[in-house]
Every structure is written in C-alpha cells, then in structure tokens.
C-alpha cells in the first residue's frame, strides 16, 4: 500500500485558519478528488469538522484519542498506525491519502512513500502550518503549474548505508576496485565494501563485507567518517538514492597487498593524485576520497 500526504501549502507553509482552507481554488479541489477517489483517506478530528461530512466514495478515517466519538459513514481510529494497518487489512487498500492536519502531516512525514502538494504562490495568513521537511530526503518526479499555483509529485528517495573500507599502504597508496567488468554498478573503480544489512552495525557489515570481497579479515581498522550523496542506480537511472557511507581505514602490509594483487583480485593501487583522474561514482567517491585525505593530514 502506498502511503501519500496530500495538501495545500501557501509560500509561508499556512494551511489552514480558523479551522477552514484559507483558500478557494476550483483546479486544487478537482485535484484532490480525482487523486483520492475510490481510495483511503485519513483526516484528523479538527479536517473532519472543517469537511463536515464524510467524503463520498472513498473510505473516510478519521484519527482522534477520544475512544467514544463516533462520526456516521467514517471510521473512528486512535492512530495513524492504526489506521494503516486498517486500511491494508480491513479494505485492502492500493493508497492511502493522509488528508490532514497538521499533526497528521507531521507524522505522516515519517512514514510517507509519497507527497502530492499543492503550492500556492503566495504568503497566506494562517494559525496552521505545513511541518519542516528535509528537501534531501524526497525527490520532485513531477511538476504542473497552473497559474496562482502548482501540483508537484514528490518521492521519498530511497536510502542505503554502505560500509566501506579504504585499504592503504605505508605510503598512502589506495587499493581501489576495478569494476569495469561488473555491469551491476556501471562505474569503473571503487573502494571496498557494500551495504550495511538489516540489524548490523557498520563494524560488522565492513568485516564481513571485506572478508566476503577479498577474503581478508579485517582485525585492525578505524573509522574516519560518515559520506552521504545521491547516487543513481545503474539498471534504473531514473531511480535515485540518498546513500550514507560509513567510511573505515586500515593500514595494509607490502605482503597483504601483494597476496591480493597476487590472487588476480581485479584491484590495482593509486595514489590519491592518480584516483582522481580515473572514474568513480563522482558525487559519493570523490567525498570519501576527500575524507581520506584529511584523515592522513592529521595523522
Ligand atoms: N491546506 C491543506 O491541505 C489542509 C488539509 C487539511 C486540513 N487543513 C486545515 O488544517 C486545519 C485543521 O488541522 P489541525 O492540524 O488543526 O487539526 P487536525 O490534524 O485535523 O485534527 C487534530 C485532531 O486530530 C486528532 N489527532 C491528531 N493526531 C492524532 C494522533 N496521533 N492520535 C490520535 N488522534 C490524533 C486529535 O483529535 P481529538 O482532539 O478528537 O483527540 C486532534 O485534536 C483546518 O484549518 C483545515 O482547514 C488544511
């Protein structure tokens, strides 16, 4: 079931006054009900007064702590969770519309898969406001402007954490990944390591993902910092992800190195000079490389 938060925000984030929409536009009410329609929709107590009446043809819910309201032709739950976990198992639901207000929006931020905003253009007097979002995590798929406002799409951008591990040499030469075979990722080099698995801590996942890559167990190793940067996926370039990169460095002896590069792992050593004239994933890469340098600044 996809989750989506469906409002209307003006310049100055209002939404509302004196338990009404501060607003009459004819294109933003044909919007909501043609994006709602034959779906969940969930409001909370205040949305609902302000409405009056249960939404035709769509499933009304209705959030409110006060275990006695009954509201005729909606359904009265104690919580936005509950009122997912109505929606998947009592109706079955493809989507599920959080319709308002603002502590609905708020908590919606948190779980939404989806955002459908309208944005007025203009600063409106108001006493309820849209909640602060990080602009970072959701990603604009698409935009429609119609004159004194606009209907943007937003997605929540999918998040990954990666644990990786900068192999190095006395003299700061790096083993670097040759991926130019690996059509998975689609780039060229990169450094060791991979995604941090469910109910693992970064420590784990860079040993057992150093073991599993080059079959070298990590004992000695320090953590230098975290990278966070968008990066495509190579089979879906349409798909972006916010990728956080837990980064760790330790030191390798000349035999270790020579033992991998012996093994035929497709590796080769750089200096950070050289790694900054080959290709990498650029917007993720280059931070990790530029925390690497800092780390043996100080050091
Ligand atoms: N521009 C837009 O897109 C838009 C959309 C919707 C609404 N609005 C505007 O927003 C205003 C109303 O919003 P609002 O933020 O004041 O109120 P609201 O969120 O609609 O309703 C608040 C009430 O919902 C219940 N509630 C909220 N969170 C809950 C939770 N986690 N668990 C249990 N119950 C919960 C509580 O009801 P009880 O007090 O009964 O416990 C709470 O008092 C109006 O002005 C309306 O026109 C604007």
Redesign the pocket.
């Known amino acids: 079931m996809e989750t989506i938060i ?4 003006a310049r100055n984030n209002v ?7 501060p607003w009459h536009y004819k294109e933003d009410f044909q919007h909501f009900k043609r994006l709602t329609l034959n779906h969940v929709v969930v ?6 007064e ?1 409405i009056g009446k249960p939404l035709p043809n769509r499933v009304n819910l209705v ?4 275990k006695e ?1 009954q509201i005729p032709g909606c359904v009265v739950v ?3 969770q509950e009122t997912k976990e109505y929606a998947e198992a009592k109706v079955n639901a493809e989507k599920l519309f959080i ?6 929006f708020n ?1 919606g931020l948190a779980v939404a898969d989806a955002m459908e905003l ?1 944005l007025v253009h203009k600063d409106v007097e ?3 406001y ?1 909640p602060k979002w990080n602009v970072e995590e959701w990603e604009e798929k698409s935009r429609e402007d119609r004159g004194e406002v606009s209907f943007v799409r937003f997605e929540r951008m999918k998040t990954k954490t990666n644990a990786i591990v900068i192999l190095y040499t006395d003299d700061n030469r790096i083993l670097m990944q040759d991926r130019r075979n690996i059509k998975k990722w689609g780039e060229e080099w990169g450094f060791w390591g991979g995604g941090v698995e469910h109910g693992e801590t970064k420590e784990v996942a860079a040993i057992r993902e150093i073991k599993e890559e080059l079959d070298y167990d990590l004992k000695e190793f320090q953590y230098i910092g975290q990278v966070i940067g968008v990066a495509k996926r190579f089979k879906l370039p349409h798909e972006q992800w916010h990728i956080v990169t837990e980064v760790f460095v330790t030191k390798i002896s000349d035999d270790i190195s020579q033992f991998i590069v012996n093994e035929g792992l497709a590796a080769q050593f750089f200096t950070i000079d050289e790694i900054k004239n080959i290709i990498l994933t650029p917007d993720i890469d280059l931070k990790i490389l530029k925390l690497f340098e800092e780390f043996v600044d100080i050091n």
Do not use: W
């Not at 469906?6 to 925000?9: C, L, P, T, W």
């Not at 959030?63 to 006060?66: A, D, E, G, I, P």
């Open positions: 469906i409002a209307a925000v939404i509302g006054k004196n338990n009404k929409l409001m909370g107590r205040k949305t609902f302000s959030v409110s702590r006060n309201l104690g919580s936005l319709i308002g207000g603002s502590s609905l908590e309208t108001g006493d309820v849209f």
